[in-house]
């Protein structure tokens, strides 16, 4: 890697005797992982990874799916045991016996799926294993509210203490979650794919919130997939490849230059795809109503189509109904009313089944509850639709041979990274299920193709990679409709874009559209409105609506991008 | 995911009533049966209920009611009810959470007059009705606070009922051998621990399915206990079978106090031991340390491991802990209830507690509640078939229990299990 910014890392790169002491004024802790392995039986997740994490640092990690990162940092945090190498705090070797060890070492973690109890309050959930109590063991939790609002306050988080989690958005789950790190004063904070499931909205307020930890001295482990928000945070970057650190980067190179190190090849960004040539309506829906079972609208009215050889996005912030109108075409959702017609065959009213027989495939946006069972294996999770017809299945028996070869083939195309096709698939990383789920959909014959988020989390060569996949389906003549919170995907692969808000379309544009007319609308101004504004900036570029959710009002929201409410 | 649509402008997103008839059906059902029986058929007598005990500080005069009126007064109020659940489910609002509490105890009322008036005795004593419910409640409810224990934890216990039948017969033997009752009750209360470590051994280490290990455990206790009984105790009863009962311990003054007295002041020390349990439990699981750790295991036990929380370790500890209490409930039947330990005496309360567990929403307090109701519904079978109604036997015995399935099943609401009920908890 010859390249200016690159450095291969050497050994014993910036090692030595910690820069800084800790002092009760400015807490600071230097961290320094020394050639940690870990095996799963016979698969090496960890490859003798050196890193060294300075105090008040923020570090990114960066790497494919199944590259290691969430392994190393459960070492990290006495989750997992090492199968060799130290980890060191301030120079001295530390022996984390569980997770309990690496927080008393003022280390705190985020986890990639959270770690909160749903039916826990705010305050519980925080007192948790580190309980203030009364005498005979009787909780305080007077005095976790306290410290809450303090960080609270503090951090501008916005977070009432005695809130239901469940009841929670994603966003603010993932406060509680940082302030259950930093109410037990971690001094090192690994976020894994924080902003994964964040709207771009949510993603701006994180960062501002690590900018200001950084300011307090925490350092911070960043792990994300999302190359903008690398360069934007970080301070340095760490490549893992296969468990191996391939190298370290400072937050100035290209994105280019981070994407080949970390998949090992060249990756175009940009999709390079023929103009679309849409055929006949074939997918039409008309005037779709779905009420949810609490009773509230979530589907109000929507009208559109998608023709043969077209991909259309529907794009939003999360939870204003995209979910359920997938799940109403797909037959899930149950208080359903208007017509959704494909060919000319009408599938409201009937059964999932029925609808997937009607040549229906589906990714849906949450692949471990709704698109894998997790100790079936990856080949029969191959054929979770399709177990019961040939060629995989003859009268009653299925054929283990015939399954296990189309198996090994979809692993293949879609470089599902695993040990082998009879591992669980719950074992597999996170990008790694969801190539699963996208392999067995696309292995039919289709005649429409829905995907929710079908790359949340995954990395940058993996998104090219299904991106392309979901364009050949286009070009195959199947109608494609794709829900998404990533502008950025959006502005890829759609020929047109819908906008949902609160259950209604905003309206239906082209898929060039600018990012900020597409915000506006996102935020609730229809498509002329938001063409006739003046145009504005985003703090971190990440593109998308600010000021959509009117709980947290950050200091930094602009006035300007504050909907139509003028 | 089914987020509600948050409107940023502050205005309430348009709601679609989705209307659910089950409760004004159900209601308008049960007013139907009040109607014909309570009201049409009532017998004409008058219904006495006596609500003074000889004991009591202040004698009450007993309560005369005459059949007639109070039945109409009931049915009505029942179809009143009806008629309010049907509108106000019209009108898309919900009925007010006292409403099925209300309705339940209308009905037991109509229910006891017409009953007691249509009997050959139409003298019932009020308090020794409420007095044997709790007695017949006490074991349900010590099963039921083992039941909330294990599964606040998540570990599925079906072996209530084999933990109960363990400490009925080792307290019956222990007591027998050292005549002394107080050894009779540590007995039971380790028997009950020796019947979960087995519980906790192959569902926590061994991750055996936990339903089938506590089906196994109860015919195995029953088997067991059965055999001893048969080879050893009944050969010589006098040495291993004929426990000293326990001591009824009134609470001076308390124990006079009208009504209640005689409920809750004159118990042995198993009732005592009970009211006890419940608070404690209810309390340490709601409001200490220990509660919110327990609980935080038996909904996310992964969120725990990463707080530090020793998940198997603290669900073995609650499984033994709720053993030793249900090895305690069992000790009631031979020292308390019966004189001596018979071939299967729990006669199936350990599954009835594992129901008042599930219908107390893994609540103790909830879970007492419920166990009272079941044993109401045992003693008032009963009592009934002393008085001699005219009504069968049989119908009697099942009343009670439809009206409570329906009650709870139907009215009270979806109860949500702790989330890993069940799982077994691997680390990575
Ligand atoms: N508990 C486990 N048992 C067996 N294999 C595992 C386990 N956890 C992870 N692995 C394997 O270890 C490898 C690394 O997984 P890891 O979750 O660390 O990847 P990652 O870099 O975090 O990927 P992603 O970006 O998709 O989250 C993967 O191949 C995965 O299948
Ligand atoms: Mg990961």
Redesign the interface.
């Known amino acids: 890697m010859g390249r200016r910014v690159l450095s291969v890392l050497e050994p014993d790169h910036r090692s030595g005797p910690g820069l800084t002491r800790r002092t009760d004024w400015f807490p600071v802790l230097k961290l320094e992982l020394e050639g940690i392995t870990k095996r799963f039986g016979s698969l090496l997740a960890n490859d003798h990874i050196d890193l060294v994490v300075e105090p008040g640092e923020i570090h990114s990690l960066l790497g494919e799916n199944g590259a290691g990162k969430s392994t190393l940092m459960?070492v990290l945090?006495g989750?997992?045991n090492p199968t060799e190498g130290r980890i060191l705090v301030d120079g001295k070797p530390v022996n984390f016996k569980?997770?309990?060890?690496a927080?008393d070492a003022g280390i705190g973690?985020v986890?990639q799926h959270f770690?909160?109890?749903?039916?826990?309050t705010v305050a519980?959930n925080v007192?948790?294993?580190?309980?203030a109590?009364h005498a005979?063991?009787?909780?305080n939790l007077e005095e976790t509210r306290r410290k809450i609002r303090e960080i609270s306050d503090k951090y501008g988080f916005h977070v009432d203490p005695d809130a239901l989690v469940e009841d929670l958005?994603v966003g603010v789950q993932q406060r509680v979650e940082i302030i259950?790190a930093l109410v037990r004063d971690a001094e090192v904070l690994i976020l894994d794919e924080p902003t994964a499931v964040l709207t771009p909205q949510e993603t701006d307020e994180l960062i501002d919130i690590m900018a200001q930890l950084k300011a307090n001295g925490t350092s911070i482990v960043f792990i994300s997939h999302k190359l903008r928000e690398v360069k934007a945070v970080s301070d340095l970057i760490t490549v893992i490849r296969r468990g191996k650190v391939v190298g370290t980067a400072e937050p100035s190179a290209s994105t280019a230059e981070l994407a080949s190190l970390m998949v090992g090849r060249a990756v175009s960004l940009t999709l390079d795809k023929e103009d679309a040539t849409p055929g006949e309506k074939t997918f039409q829906v008309t005037d779709l109503k779905v009420?949810?079972?609490?009773?509230?609208?979530?589907v109000?009215g929507v009208s559109f189509d998608v023709a043969r050889g077209e991909v259309l996005a529907v794009a939003g912030v999360?939870?204003?109904?995209q979910?359920?109108l997938t799940e109403a075409v797909l037959g899930l959702q149950d208080?359903v009313s208007g017509s959704i017609k494909l060919e000319g065959r009408e599938l409201v009213g009937r059964s999932i089944k029925q609808v997937l027989a009607a040549g229906v495939g589906f990714v849906p946006?949450?692949r471990t509850v709704d698109g894998l069972v997790g100790p079936f294996t990856i080949a029969e999770n191959m054929v979770l639709d399709m177990y019961d017809r040939p060629p995989y299945a003859k009268g009653l028996g299925m054929k283990p041979k015939v399954i296990a070869d189309h198996a090994r083939q979809k692993v293949e195309e879609f470089d599902v990274r695993t040990s082998g096709i009879e591992s669980a698939v719950g074992t597999l990383s996170g990008g790694n299920q969801q190539k699963v789920v996208l392999a067995r959909e696309l292995s039919r014959s289709l005649k429409l193709f829905i995907a929710s988020q079908p790359t949340r989390g995954l990395d940058v060569g993996s998104i090219e990679f299904v991106h392309k996949r979901i364009i050949t389906e286009r070009d195959n003549g199947t109608p494609v409709m794709i829900v998404s919170t990533e502008l950025d995907e959006v502005a890829e692969i759609a020929d047109r874009v819908a906008v949902m808000y609160?259950?209604t379309l905003m309206g239906i544009v082209p898929g060039d559209t600018s990012r900020d007319v597409l915000g506006l609308m996102m935020?609730?101004m229809s498509a002329e409105d938001a063409k006739a504004q003046p145009r504005t900036e985003h703090p971190m570029e990440t593109g998308g609506p600010a000021?959509?959710?009117?709980r947290h009002d950050g200091p930094d929201d602009e006035s300007g991008e504050r909907?139509g409410?003028k | 995911?089914?987020?509600?649509?948050?409107?940023?402008?502050?205005q309430a997103?348009?709601?679609?009533?989705?209307r659910d008839w089950k409760n004004p059906i159900i209601y308008a059902i049960f007013a139907v049966v009040g109607l014909v029986g309570f009201a049409f058929n009532a017998p004409g007598t008058t219904a006495t209920f006596d609500i003074s005990a000889g004991r009591d500080a202040v004698q009450l005069a007993p309560v005369v009611v005459p059949t007639v009126p109070v039945g109409w007064a009931c049915a009505l109020i029942l179809i009143a009810i009806a008629v309010f659940s049907f509108l106000q489910t019209q009108a898309?609002r919900k009925d007010p959470r006292w409403m099925p509490i209300a309705y339940a105890i209308v009905f037991v009322v109509g229910f006891l007059v017409w009953v007691v008036g249509g009997a050959n005795k139409t003298d019932v004593s009020l308090v020794g009705l409420l007095a044997g419910s709790v007695t017949m409640a006490v074991p349900l409810i010590f099963g039921s606070l083992s039941g909330v224990l294990s599964e606040r934890v998540g570990v599925i216990n079906i072996a209530i009922e084999g933990q109960l039948l363990a400490g009925a017969f080792a307290a019956a033997v222990a007591a027998s051998i050292s005549g002394n009752v107080y050894v009779g009750m540590l007995a039971a209360a380790i028997a009950g621990v020796l019947v979960s470590v087995v519980l906790a051994v192959f569902s926590i280490k061994y991750l055996v399915n936990q339903i089938i290990v506590g089906v196994v455990l109860n015919v195995l206790v029953s088997g067991l206990t059965g055999f001893l009984f048969s080879t050893v105790l009944s050969r010589d009863s006098a040495t291993w079978n004929s426990p000293p009962s326990l001591p009824v311990i009134q609470i001076p003054v308390l124990e006079h106090i009208p009504i209640l007295g005689g409920i809750l002041f004159r118990q042995t020390i198993v009732g005592y031991l009970m009211y006890a349990a419940v608070i404690i439990t209810y309390i340490g699981l709601f409001?200490?340390?220990?509660?919110?750790?327990v609980?935080?295991v038996g909904?996310?036990p992964?969120?725990?491991?990463?707080?530090?929380?020793?998940v198997n370790f603290t669900r073995a500890h609650n499984v033994m802990l709720g053993g030793a209490v249900a090895g305690l409930g069992g000790s009631f039947f031979t020292l308390v209830s019966v004189s001596q330990f018979t071939k299967d005496m729990t006669a199936g309360q350990g599954y009835i507690a594992l129901a008042a567990m599930i219908f107390g929403r893994w609540n103790p307090i909830w879970a007492f509640f419920a166990a009272l109701l079941f044993g109401f519904a045992t003693n008032l079978r009963f009592v009934l078939s002393i008085l001699g109604t005219p009504v069968p036997g049989e119908f009697l015995a099942m009343l009670p229990y439809v009206v409570t399935i329906v009650a709870v099943a139907g009215l009270v609401g979806r109860s949500?299990p702790p989330?890993a009920n069940g799982t077994p908890y691997i680390k990575?």
Do not use: C
Request: glycine share 18%; aromatic share 4%.
């Open positions: 459960n945090y989750l997992y569980g997770p309990g060890d927080m973690m986890h770690m909160l109890i749903p039916v826990f519980e007192a948790l294993g580190n309980e109590t005979g063991g009787m909780l958005p259950k009420t949810a079972a609490n009773g509230h609208r979530v109000d999360q939870g204003n109904g979910t359920e208080h946006e949450d609160q259950g935020a609730g000021g959509i959710d009117d909907g409410d | 995911m089914s987020a509600p649509v948050t409107s940023p402008q502050g997103p348009e709601l679609d009533t989705v898309g409001h200490t340390k220990w509660g919110l750790r609980r935080s909904e996310h992964k969120a725990a491991d990463t707080l530090g929380i020793k949500r989330a990575g």
